[in-house]
T-cell receptor, first 112, second 115 residues
Framework: GNSVTQMEGPVTLSEEAFLTINCTYT??????LFWYVQYPGEGLQLLLK?????DKGSNKGFEATYRKETTSFHLEKGSVQVSDSAVYFC???????????FGKGTRLHILP | DSGVTQTPKHLITATGQRVTLRCSPR?????VYWYQQSLDQGLQFLIQ???????AKGNILERFSAQQFPDLHSELNLSSLELGDSALYFC??????????????FGPGTRLLVL
């Protein structure tokens, strides 16, 4: 079945550091890929998405590229801020399927 | 603020009891999704309704049921509660039916504690 695997946290970085959160997926078809973010005490928000191979999603300085050959969708940001502290979820939805499958989430702490 | 509202914010109850969680989608959204977030299982899709009809089913237990009303709000009913049902329950909404193609907007969640 379809699944998403992302790096376990917590990840702790200093402000202005470079961020990578790894995400790989298994899917039988051609999925759409997502990154969602959950700030403390809030629901999930869509951060970015990509719907086909080689697409790059970007938002708020975050980027992720849909790599079909490595079945990956790693999240990157060049210079993190304290306000980026949150839990980040990688997710996929297969074409024709109405379900979104989430990874277990990666908690990110940014130190000032 | 996503525009999705959920009530109550917190719920504390005992094993064996039944509770109802309520969700109002964003104005204009026809789809409502329910998710359960727990420490051991992560974020799990439970069920989706689109314009009053069940559209997709995930890992929803038989003790759980949901419905979407003509005004498009939705309720998730959890019965014969067990300790393991303690979790954060999220509702999300989208304009259309296809979860993969639509952006889902999440509510703030209902935290359920079963004692």
């Amino acid at each position: 079945g379809n699944s998403v695997t992302q790096m376990e946290g917590p990840v702790t970085l200093s402000e202005e550091a470079f961020l990578t959160i790894n995400c790989t997926y298994t899917a039988t078809g051609y999925p759409s890929l997502f990154w969602y973010v959950q700030y403390p005490g809030e629901g999930l928000q869509l951060l970015l998405k990509a719907t086909k191979a080689d697409d790059k999603g970007s938002n708020k300085g975050f980027e992720a590229t849909y790599r079909k050959e490595t079945t990956s969708f790693h999240l990157e940001k060049g210079s993190v801020q304290v306000s980026d502290s949150a839990v980040y979820f990688c997710a996929l939805s297969d074409r024709g399927d109405d379900k979104i499958i989430f990874g277990k989430g990666t908690r990110l702490h940014i130190l000032p | 603020d996503s525009g999705v509202t959920q009530t109550p914010k917190h719920l504390i109850t005992a094993t064996g009891q039944r509770v109802t969680l309520r969700c109002s989608p964003r104005s204009g959204d026809l789809s409502v999704y329910w998710y359960q977030q727990s420490l051991d299982q992560g974020l799990q899709f439970l069920i989706q309704y689109y314009n009053g009809e069940e559209r997709a089913k995930g890992n929803i237990l038989e003790r759980f049921s949901a419905q979407q009303f003509p005004d498009l709000h939705s309720e998730l009913n959890l019965s014969s509660l067990e300790l393991g049902d303690s979790a954060l329950y999220f509702c999300a909404s989208s304009v259309g039916a296809g979860a993969g193609r639509e952006t889902q907007y999440f509510g703030p969640g209902t935290r359920l504690l079963v004692l």
